[in-house]
């Protein structure tokens, strides 16, 4: 099973030892590309790959000038442990030992450059050099940036919203991620997470809209997209449930997750052997007998067919 990592560069100059690296606060293009790669740190982690290889890169600005002293900070929510960190030398350089093989995504940003993402094909067997991550200048940050607030004063705000969220108080939890989205539009990865709170409070349509503006932003996991999906399954939009699942589904990091969504799709649409069939697939994908697959999917009601009103970029 493939799987999606997210890396998160930052850089700076903090007038210590080259190559040691200290808090600072951070700047609008660093704080969004931070609080992104946090936000997705509350995901659980499972089991640790059996097979792993070796990842090296550098970081550069647009001139091709190193950047010396940057954290490179590796997030897989799917490992174990689910967060590695290196520090850049004199040359850019980074590495770490034991990844696992799959496709990921790299988020870059350092202390006046915009943010980069980029995805790449990692090899679990070997040692994966990656092109240069090249970081392009920021004009001056506008009002209303996070300029100004350190990344403990925006880890603390993220794992308070997280604990509401966790405790099932969904209003709260809303409330914080979205005063911080409102500060700074660029993390976007948080509508995931207003989704999951929206899903808590029982308001299908604000889950729909805002998974989907997680996906539109391709900032969302793979449990965003499969709750997506059910999300639509449950307003009784089976072509659009299906089709947001069919796409997941596709992707190289597809979960077990996104297969029973697309399990309990086909069931609703009176489709035995395709329900039979996503199941599994899941099953196959968690390792398990078939019976004990998507016990969660298998037991959803058929929702009534109507068509609501589609999320913004399913229309």
């Known amino acids: 099973m493939s799987e999606s990592v997210t890396f998160l560069l930052f850089a700076g100059t903090s007038g210590k030892e080259e190559g040691k690296v200290s808090p600072f606060a951070l700047p609008s293009g660093v704080a969004r590309a931070g609080c992104l790669a946090l936000a997705c740190l509350a995901l659980t982690a499972t089991a640790a790959p059996?097979?792993?290889?070796?990842?090296?890169?550098?970081?550069?600005?647009?001139?091709?000038?190193?950047?010396?002293?940057?954290?490179?900070?590796?997030?897989?929510?799917?490992?174990?442990?689910?967060?590695?960190?290196?520090?850049?030398?004199?040359?850019?350089?980074?590495?770490?030992?034991?990844?696992?093989?799959?496709?990921?995504?790299?988020?870059?940003?350092?202390?006046?450059?915009?943010?980069?993402?980029?995805?790449?094909?990692?090899?679990?067997?070997?040692?994966?050099?990656?092109?240069?991550?090249?970081?392009?200048?920021?004009?001056?940050?506008?009002?209303?940036?996070?300029?100004?607030?350190?990344?403990?004063?925006?880890?603390?705000?993220?794992?308070?919203?997280?604990?509401?969220?966790?405790?099932?108080?969904?209003?709260?939890?809303?409330?914080?991620?979205?005063?911080?989205?409102?500060?700074?539009?660029?993390?976007t990865s948080l509508h995931g997470r207003i989704g999951q709170a929206c899903r808590v409070q029982g308001d299908l349509v604000c889950a729909a809209r805002e998974y989907a503006a997680a996906i539109a932003a391709d900032v969302a996991t793979e449990a965003d997209r499969a709750e997506l999906g059910r999300v639509l399954l449950e307003q009784g939009d089976l072509e659009a449930a299906r089709g947001v699942l069919t796409a997941a589904t596709a992707r190289p990091g597809a979960t077990s997750d996104a297969w029973c969504a697309l399990g309990a799709v086909e069931i609703a649409d009176g489709q035995p052997a395709a329900a039979e069939a996503a199941f599994a697939r899941a099953a196959a994908l968690d390792r398990r007998p078939i019976a004990e697959a998507c016990p969660r999917d298998r037991a959803l009601p058929p929702p009534a067919r109507r068509t609501p009103p589609k999320p913004p970029g399913f229309d």
């Open 50 to 187: 059996a097979q792993s290889g070796t990842v090296s890169g550098a970081v550069k600005d647009e001139d091709g000038r190193p950047v010396a002293g940057a954290t490179v900070v590796a997030h897989n929510p799917d490992a174990s442990p689910n967060t590695r960190t290196a520090t850049t030398d004199r040359g850019g350089r980074y590495a770490f030992i034991g990844v696992r093989g799959g496709v990921w995504t790299f988020l870059a940003g350092a202390r006046g450059f915009e943010v980069t993402q980029a995805r790449f094909q990692v090899s679990g067997l070997r040692v994966t050099v990656l092109p240069e991550l090249r970081l392009q200048r920021t004009p001056p940050s506008p009002p209303g940036s996070l300029d100004g607030i350190d990344a403990g004063t925006v880890l603390n705000a993220l794992e308070a919203a997280d604990a509401d969220l966790d405790a099932e108080r969904a209003d709260a939890a809303a409330a914080k991620y979205r005063e911080l989205l409102a500060r700074a539009p660029a993390l």
